[in-house]
């Protein structure tokens, strides 16, 4: 077996589980009133059957002050039979699921619990929520305490196999633990043994009401990430003390949702955080999980051959592909969809208040309408375009057993997903390419490079469907010296095909132009081996190596013309964009309107009048147009045509590839 150590068994407490995949809890929306719903049961049953070990479901209110009805609430008995269906549905298909018991403090909205204020260790004001909860009263912490021990014999009754008290993330036991948010002067505040007291009594009373048998998970922060907060020194003595508590298993993830320190995002390395379940592990003797950015099963291997946990969380990895841990297992790993942490469709979807989804994966929350049916009748379907939209209308009709040609004038596939390779913290995205390739390839689509999609090749191919997705071109702004010597595109000094000089302006502030940016300020900056080599030999100070990493070869100016820069890009991940410009010094220009290209420069007009911007190179970066001359010319040739993607109308990828499987789905 590829994975011998991931698929190994191991037992928590009573619970055991086939193998060391986790799939941790995540909010998806799919409750919308709390209630079990058919669509949240058809999620994870379809998880449960790719093979996982556990789901742990949630976070799940343990009261009505702490979470919000959108989420899969256990805080009364009336909510036992819908828990139920989904425990019945998970442990048919062959998993173990376990229930994460929720409640909020200082991060529940006062808005989502009807007005009333949210309370906390102490009145700390949340940078979360902008407001300020109220402090616990000596005599109400054994009642808050009581909910989570009356929401385990809940989970219990409802048929979980075990259970998760949420300890991290900046969450309530995180807010008693933390000498940030606990100022309290009686048992509970001061000092870390009184910290600690919280949570530790919350173990201690679930596990009275559970029994000794039933296993009971704590999600722990093994870092706060937070100035002035717990490190995982002090994570390593409450986890030594939850397991003296009761805890079976301790899943160790990074910081609160108020750290600046990204947690989930592209730029975060894989198994960045492994190191704070290491620290973890060697303070107890119980099961250690390690979690955040595990997406492959060769990561996972590794962790555990490694003995630095002994789980893996592969969490929106089970979203991108719900298959993931028996393709694995079945010498098939080369097949599966990796998240590539663009929070595009997951987080950013979650944060408007929208039903999670997956730019890899556009069944994702929609396993129950959107099943991917034999055709009944195989067609001769021909794809024009090989960029994200084309490659998945290719594999999908294939796969429901459509004879597929896929045709791209280029020499490679991938379209605008290739140009993210070469931009800093955003290389992932073309795993999204490489996966829809090694796909297209086992459903033995015919892929015809370097050749373009002409009236007389389509006549002869006779194709039954054609799907246009040729995606689209740049815009060239009509602006006075746009045919200058010192102009050149974003898309290709992306791709390497150009490089420009010292000092640089770029016109347009979408993403393209700040990505363009990031990719540019960091040229001459120290690679992570260089630094790695450089610190380790100690042949430079800490000083010296942080301005090597933060100052480049490159002066990059950003214009932008409207109030706002990147708008374009996802809230989660637009503000590590935003900073990591900041730290290499690129100065971005809103409200400012390119007027004119002279050899030396950018001539502007800004909220304070005309100004001028001296460069050697102006990068443009102003969008982009569909290329969708052919489907005119062949709507009369072919029964059925179709357009996707850019060549539509320009869009992100994940609404790119959701087109392009919905049309392969149509088919």
Not at 163 to 192: C, H, W
Not at 554 to 563: L, P, S
Not at 631 to 658: C, H, M
């Amino acid at each position: 077996m590829e994975f011998p150590y991931l698929f190994s068994p191991i037992k928590i407490n009573t619970m055991e589980l086939k193998n060391r995949i986790v799939m941790t809890a995540m909010h998806l929306g799919y409750t919308p009133v709390g209630e079990v719903t058919d669509r949240l049961i058809d999620f994870y049953a379809l998880r449960a059957k790719g093979g996982v070990g556990l789901i742990v479901v949630g976070g799940c209110p343990i009261d009505e002050l702490g979470g919000m009805a959108s989420m899969i609430c256990i805080y009364d008995d009336r909510f036992i039979p819908g828990l139920k269906q989904l425990t019945d549905a998970v442990k048919k298909n062959g998993a173990k699921i376990a229930a994460q018991l929720y409640q909020a403090g200082r991060y529940t909205h006062s808005a989502t619990i009807g007005g009333r204020k949210p309370f906390s260790s102490s009145a700390v004001r949340s940078k979360f929520t902008g407001e300020t909860p109220r402090a616990l009263e000596l005599n109400e912490i054994p009642e808050v305490q009581d909910k989570f021990a009356e929401a385990a014999v809940r989970a219990k009754e409802s048929g979980f196999d075990a259970v998760e008290i949420l300890g991290s993330a900046g969450y309530l036991i995180s807010q008693f633990l933390s000498p940030i948010t606990n100022l309290r002067e009686d048992k509970y505040g001061g000092s870390m043994e009184n910290r600690m007291r919280f949570g530790l009594e919350v173990v201690e009373k679930v596990r009275k009401a559970v029994g000794p048998d039933f296993p009971i998970l704590m999600r722990l922060a093994g870092n706060d990430f937070m100035e002035g907060g717990n490190t995982n020194k002090e994570s390593r003595l409450f986890a030594s003390g939850a397991e003296k508590a009761g805890i079976d298993l301790l899943d160790v993830t990074g910081g609160w949702h108020e750290t600046r320190i990204p947690q989930l995002n592209m730029c975060v390395p894989h198994q960045a955080y492994v190191y704070l379940a290491q620290g973890i592990k060697s303070a107890v003797s119980v099961p250690v999980l390690a979690s955040n950015r595990i997406n492959d099963p060769h990561i996972g291997e590794e962790v555990i051959r490694n003995g630095q946990a002994d789980l893996i969380t592969i969490a929106r990895g089970l979203l991108a592909d719900p298959d993931l841990p028996n393709k694995a297992k079945n010498g098939k790993s080369g097949l599966i969809y990796h998240c590539i942490a663009c929070n595009q469709g997951c987080f950013d979807s979650i944060f408007r208040l929208q039903p999670a989804t997956c730019l890899v994966n556009p069944r994702a929350g929609k396993e129950g309408e959107l099943k991917s049916m034999p055709a009944p009748e195989p067609k001769k379907v021909l794809v024009i375009g090989g960029g994200p939209a084309g490659m998945k209308a290719a594999c999908t009709a294939a796969e429901r057993g459509h004879k597929v040609t896929l045709i791209e004038k280029s020499d490679i596939l991938g379209g605008q997903l290739l140009l993210n390779q070469r931009i800093p913290g955003r290389e992932e995205i073309v795993t999204a390419d490489r996966d829809l390739v090694n796909n297209l390839k086992a459903l033995d689509v015919v892929i015809l490079l370097n050749k373009e999609a002409d009236i007389p090749f389509i006549k002869e191919m006779s194709p039954d469907a054609v799907v246009v997705a040729a995606g689209a071109s740049p815009i060239l702004p009509d602006i006075p010296g746009i045919d200058g010597k010192n102009v050149v595109q974003a898309w290709d000094v992306l791709a390497g095909l150009i490089g420009v000089r010292e000092k640089v302006v770029i016109l347009g502030g979408n993403a393209v132009g700040l990505e363009t940016a990031l990719y540019l300020a960091n040229q001459g900056t120290l690679s992570p081996h260089i630094l790695h080599f450089l610190m380790t030999s100690r042949a430079e100070s800490i000083e010296t190596l942080t301005e090597l990493l933060n100052n480049g070869n490159k002066e990059v100016t950003v214009v932008e013309m409207t109030k706002k820069a990147g708008k374009d890009i996802g809230l989660t991940t637009r503000w590590t964009i935003m900073g990591e410009l900041r730290r290499l010094g690129v100065n971005i220009m809103t409200n400012t309107k390119a007027v004119g290209i002279k050899p030396d420069g950018l001539e502007v007009e800004t909220e304070d009048g005309p100004d001028f911007l001296h460069a050697n190179s102006i990068v443009i970066a102003a969008g982009s147009r569909p290329e969708n001359s052919l489907v005119n010319e062949i709507e009369s040739l072919v029964p059925e045509v179709y357009t996707v993607g850019d060549a539509k109308e320009p869009r992100n990828a994940l609404d790119a590839i959701k087109e392009g499987f919905l049309v392969g789905l149509k088919i």
